[in-house]
């Protein structure tokens, strides 16, 4: 959790790693633990704050990651408390000496006194759901206060573990994503057969939206790490041209790697400023650089990493690619727009103005002039995507 909070490191990365050598069960309730602390940090501090001789700046990284643990055991996973304490007081000894005291005394105080009472208004609405008030307030202005609270509490639980059939037949018990073709739901320990590819459910929409024809030269503008470029790919069955591009070299050169037997073409290129020709391509996808605030459940740092001033920046450069797809599409042709988030200046703002297309036979429900997938209304990330013609 260390490096999460404090290097920049992705959670599901982490977690993944960390875990990798633990029996399948030990590592759940570790990657359970990890992800549930980092959902609820912002009410395990304000805890711990309340119970604290000192400042949370004053307590070693490793030993306050290792009391939010404790807390988050104490007031959301139903621990027994002496489990929780004693757990949490044996890491707190072997991480710095001295430290096992001054936990155990947070955790029995925490025992004691629960978790504060929650501030009236938004303020408190924010934080029952574990949200920066930024965040909550958005949802509010752009949703109203019962579909924000339900796409946020939705966004706070466990994300299902989703993968996308290519060939072959699904494990024993699988169970096929509603509306979204290729998509299941797996069981926690069912082992991933060779025909199948770990991908969220929003994700597969994506590249269903763009319905790839065959015979055509298909751009997918910012594809990196390859998982939509694969699926386009797939559609095709060898019948048309994927090209897929990315900013970043390092990036490029990983998604070749894994994908060394996909037919994708790759290139290093920037979506706002590409070297293809105008009217190039037949169809075009930009899924583009967002917030990833559709990504709580699987990603639940990304709340700490984000500020309001990040969405303008973003939305300049969303606007740019999208720009940029619309002049190398054919004329006819047919751009995708898709982005991992739900603030309406990444969303429907981006392409105010530009003549959309109804999008039908996928879950969820139209916004603005687009489609939206989310949690609380398909069990996928939240999605937003628009179709355009160039």
């Not at 096992?100 to 009472?117: D, K, M, T, Y």
């Not at 503008?221 to 060898?238: E, F, W």
């Amino acid at each position: 959790m260390t490096r999460v909070l404090r290097s920049g490191a992705y959670s599901n990365l982490v977690v993944r790693g960390e875990t990798r050598d633990l029996a399948q069960d030990d590592a759940r309730l570790a990657q359970r633990l990890g992800y549930d602390t980092i959902r609820n940090l912002l009410r395990i501090d304000r805890t711990i704050d309340s119970v604290s001789t000192r400042p949370l700046t004053a307590i070693g990284d490793e030993v306050l990651d290792t009391i939010r643990v404790g807390v988050n055991e104490l007031l959301f996973t139903g621990t027994a408390d002496h489990a929780a304490v004693d757990s949490a007081v044996e890491v707190a000894r072997s991480i710095e000496p001295g430290a096992s005291g001054f936990c155990n005394a947070i955790l029995r105080a925490v025992i004691r006194q629960g978790e504060p009472e929650f501030p009236e208004g938004d303020q408190g609405g924010a934080l029952r759901l574990g949200q920066p008030l930024w965040i909550y307030e958005q949802m509010l202005s752009a949703w109203g206060e019962d579909e924000a609270a339900t796409f946020l509490a939705a966004s706070q639980l466990e994300a299902p573990r989703t993968a996308r059939l290519r060939w072959g037949e699904a494990p024993d018990g699988a169970l096929p994503v509603s509306g979204i073709s290729s998509a299941y739901l797996l069981p926690p320990q069912a082992v991933l057969p060779e025909g199948m590819v770990v991908q969220d459910g929003a994700s597969i929409a994506v590249s269903l939206a763009l319905d790839p024809q065959p015979a055509e030269v298909i751009l997918d503008l910012a594809a990196a790490p390859g998982g939509k470029a694969l699926h386009i790919a797939d559609l095709l069955d060898g019948s048309g041209v994927v090209i897929a591009s990315d900013r970043h070299s390092r990036r490029v050169t990983s998604a070749v790697g894994r994908l060394e037997e996909s037919p994708v073409r790759w290139c290093v290129a920037d979506g706002r400023r590409t070297p293809y020709r105008s009217d190039s391509f037949n169809r075009v996808l930009v899924d583009a650089p967002c917030s990833g605030l559709g990504t709580l459940r699987r990603r639940p740092e990304v709340r700490f990493r984000t500020t309001q001033a990040d969405l303008t920046n973003l939305a300049a450069v969303q606007v740019d690619m999208l720009a940029e797809a619309l002049r190398v599409v054919r004329p006819g042709g047919l751009v995708v727009y898709s982005v991992c988030t739900v603030t309406p200046q990444e969303t429907i703002n981006v392409i105010e103005g530009l003549h959309t297309e109804p999008l039908t036979g996928l879950p969820g429900r139209p916004w603005g002039g687009g489609w939206l997938l989310a949690p609380h209304l398909t069990g996928t990330d939240g999605m937003f995507i628009t179709r355009i013609r160039g």
